[in-house]
């Protein structure tokens, strides 16, 4: 889930990282008092949304007085930034900056270890940088195992040629940006751009944060201090009304789970789960070139009603010719119960289950039970020794016939 | 009416037991049979949600409550 640049920054002033004077607020009309707050210079006016693009967009704005400031908030409150509503403005001095760095911490995937991104070239696209400059950008792996040290930040400042004084004064915001990434489950810690300014110090312009949804529960009081309510959801786009209707389906009924459900533009319905086996499966259906018309993650053994209800859902969506019913092997659902919910949902949809579920392969617990319900209903269905991946191209291969 | 994969039958000789039906009501977890004056009332739109734990069984006099899979 994304953080708005001033919870961002609310993080990292937490954890004594350098930011200039700030204010935020809710209406133009705050923005003379804001300018006047910050000292009456120059004042730089951002609006918070949960999307890159504002200054493309006209949501950054400067301005020299305090008409000028209540002027720009004026301008900026009702502009929508990749479809995404200003939530407030944060007001800050303006400063003199004289080069701009880039750091980011992430999860590299395939080393399977964060990384720390670093660059000397910030404040523009870092993939581009990478790119033209790769002598610029300095990747470094380090582990969530062996306690982290302050080196390893300054590994990663030197390998783009920072030397001196500027190496000892980023080395210790890396650092502290890579204890902040681990201590709080982010998927995300960026600070760009990291600027040095004409009097030497170095200060946070621009901060970004994700934090792993699924941490939401153990940072339940960062949440609450940052003012970040449990009905945020802070995905890249609002919801759509399929996805709420996911979201009821889920809260419904305690047992299992039959939710997450994120919306595309496809043909095939996918009830899917296990493990990570969702994406797994999701990523197969697009490798066979299938057309996915919903991601979902089922699994924890939800109850029949639950998985009837997902699937009435999956086969309302316009466009949604058949389903695709796939789990890693499961131990702890019932192979059984997610049968008679996906056949009993096509049948409350008034449609025919040997028609309409592509493929049945949810190998595990009951299965000898859920195989009998699926070949009474003449679903075809396979067991373990047919991949996810190769289930997920049978399916895909249905909807081309 | 039964449910569309499973019927749960209660012989009619316990079926107007109060204590039975109140045994009933308590031990299925997913709240097939409701304990009423008159006796135990299945809970039809909760049949389908069945988990064979057969829990039921050893409620009643053996063989006086029968767990019926309509997909064998």
Not at chain 1, 72 to 85: C, E, G, M
Not at chain 1, 124 to 142: G, Q, W
Not at chain 1, 377 to 382: L, M, N, P, Q, S
Request: hydrophobic fraction near 45%; charge should be negative; glycine fraction near 10%.
């Amino acid at each position: 889930m994304r953080f708005y640049e001033y919870e961002a920054k609310a993080l990292f002033r937490r954890h004594g990282l350098p930011l200039g004077k700030s204010q935020l607020i809710e209406g133009p009309e705050q923005a003379r008092t804001a300018f006047s707050a910050l000292g009456g210079g120059p004042v730089v006016l951002k609006s918070q949304v949960l999307s890159g693009g504002r200054m493309k967009a006209g949501a950054v704005r400067f301005a020299d007085d305090a008409a000028a400031a209540e002027a720009a908030a004026a301008a900026i409150f009702p502009i929508r930034v990749n479809d995404q509503a200003c939530r407030s403005i944060l007001v800050e001095e303006k400063t003199q900056v004289e080069k701009e760095y880039f750091v980011a911490i992430t999860w590299d995937g395939r080393a399977k270890r964060p990384v720390c991104v670093f660059s000397d070239m910030g404040g523009i696209d870092i993939e581009e940088v990478a790119l033209s400059h790769p002598e610029h950008v300095s990747k470094t792996h380090f582990s969530t195992i062996v306690p982290l040290m302050p080196h390893v930040a300054k590994q990663a400042v030197a390998a783009t040629g920072v030397t001196g004084s500027d190496l000892n004064k980023l080395a210790p915001i890396v650092f502290e940006l890579m204890k902040i990434f681990l201590a709080y489950d982010l998927t995300l810690a960026e600070i760009n751009p990291l600027a040095k300014l004409a009097d030497g110090r170095f200060i946070v312009l621009d901060g970004h944060i994700d934090l792993e949804a699924e941490a939401r529960g153990q940072h339940k009081k960062l949440l609450a201090d940052l003012g970040i309510g449990d009905d945020e959801t802070r995905q890249a786009r609002p919801p759509t009304a399929f996805e709420l209707a996911g979201v009821r389906v889920n809260s419904a009924d305690h047992r299992g789970v039959a939710g997450n459900v994120v919306e595309f533009d496809g043909n095939l319905g996918l009830v899917i789960g296990a493990g990570g086996g969702s994406l797994t499966l999701f990523d197969a259906v697009r490798k066979h070139g299938g057309q996915p018309a919903n991601y979902c993650e089922i699994g924890g053994n939800p109850s029949m009603s639950k998985a009837k209800e997902l699937t009435k859902l999956i086969l309302s969506k316009p466009g949604v010719e058949k389903i695709a019913v796939m789990m890693n092997v499961v131990s702890n659902t019932r192979v059984d119960i997610v049968a008679r919910g996906v056949i009993k949902g096509c049948l409350e949809a008034g449609k025919d289950p040997a028609e309409t579920i592509a493929i049945f392969r949810i190998p595990g617990a009951w299965e000898e039970e859920g195989f009998k319900i699926l070949k009474k209903y003449g679903v075809d269905f396979c067991d373990r020794s047919v991949s996810m991946y190769d289930a997920a191209g049978r399916a895909v291969a249905k909807l081309r016939k | 009416m039964p449910g569309t994969f499973i019927d749960v039958r209660v012989d009619a000789s316990v079926a107007r037991d109060p204590e039975i039906a109140k045994k009933l009501e308590e031990i299925c977890p997913v709240s097939i049979f409701a304990a009423e004056p008159s006796g135990v009332r299945i809970v039809e739109e909760n049949l389908d949600e069945c988990v064979l734990c057969d829990l039921c069984l050893p409620a009643a006099p053996a063989g006086k409550i029968q767990i019926v899979k309509l997909y064998e």
